[in-house]
């Protein structure tokens, strides 16, 4: 089981840091995606960290201001989100899948992700 938390509402150029819990199953074991929706928009691809070698891939709306981390042995996934913008608003959602390490970038979208959390409401105003 996954849950999303750290969501809120802050204002453009600020920063967040979103938490993903792992329960259940052995962290270590899958990697971990992050992923968002707007309302009325399909679901994005924010960044994937892999299972083994900590690898990770970032979206191109992210990429240079989004950081993902993960600590396997407090089973915790971390989003650290600076210089947001309005279009970061949506629900953030955390997703687990055992996918290989070197084929991490070409997975890293929902489709590949089984396991998914409740997602938490980032909202930055303008």
């Known amino acids: 089981q996954l849950q999303a938390s750290g969501g809120g509402l802050v204002q453009t150029g600020g920063s967040l840091r979103l938490s993903c819990a792992a329960s259940?199953?052995?962290?270590?074991?899958?990697?971990i995606g992050w992923f968002r929706q707007a309302p009325g928009k399909e679901r994005e691809t924010i960044s994937c960290i892999s299972s083994s070698d900590g690898s990770t891939y970032y979206g191109e709306s992210v990429n240079g201001r989004f950081t993902m981390s993960r600590d396997n042995a407090k089973k915790m996934v971390y989003l650290q989100m600076n210089s947001l913008k309005p279009e970061d608003t949506a629900v953030y959602y955390c997703?687990?899948?055992?996918?290989?390490?070197?084929?991490?970038?070409?997975?890293?979208?929902?489709?590949?992700?089984?396991?998914w959390g409740q997602g938490t409401q980032v909202t930055v105003s303008s």
């Open positions: 997703a687990a899948t055992v996918i290989p390490d070197w084929n991490l970038r070409r997975l890293c979208s929902p489709t590949f992700f089984g396991s």
């Open positions: 259940g199953f052995t962290l270590g074991d899958y990697a």
